[in-house]
């Protein structure tokens, strides 16, 4: 019995989906509070947010190496998904460290709110390119059938709404 989805990217893509954009809300509302340890819950969200990221950037170029035979157009579209999941890995990490450094200088408050700034800005920034990856991922699945049984089908046919 094979416990691990095939195929894996879909499975793997909303977890970081949801932390990150989770820890973008809960970062901004860092920066003008520090009470309830929001900070560190940022931090945990946004940090763990980045590794599911790096978990999603890997399994989306497996997956990807897995598609044989897509239209061009398809493959346009699947570079602009991978390129936006790579811009919001990245933001997202930067964006995680900046709100660790946020909730360990507590100590120091004026250095700890411009960390919570920079990593607030930078979870914004994450968000918007999740956000874009989505949309370039939903379409290489909805128009095209990409990831569909891992295997492309016939891609150029229109899908069938099972109307």
Known sequence: MNFIPNPLHPALVHFP???????TLLAIVAVFSRRFHLPWIAAGMLG???????AATWSGEEDGE?????????KEMLEEHEEWGERARNIALLAAAA????????????????AAGIAALAAVGASICVAEAG?????LV?????GMNSKV???????????
Request: hydrophobic letters at 45%; aromatic letters at 6%; glycine letters at 14%.
């Open 17 to 23: 989906i949801a932390l990150i954009l989770l820890g």
């Open 48 to 54: 763990l947010g980045a590794v599911g990221a790096i």
């Open 66 to 74: 897995k598609q044989e035979s897509i239209p061009a157009q398809a």
């Open 99 to 114: 709100a660790i450094a946020s909730a360990a200088l507590r100590r120091y408050p004026v250095v700890a709110r411009s």
């Open 135 to 139: 949309h370039y991922g939903g379409k």
């Open 142 to 146: 909805y128009q095209y059938g990409v």
């Open 153 to 163: 089908g016939n891609a150029s046919a229109p899908r069938d709404s099972g109307d």
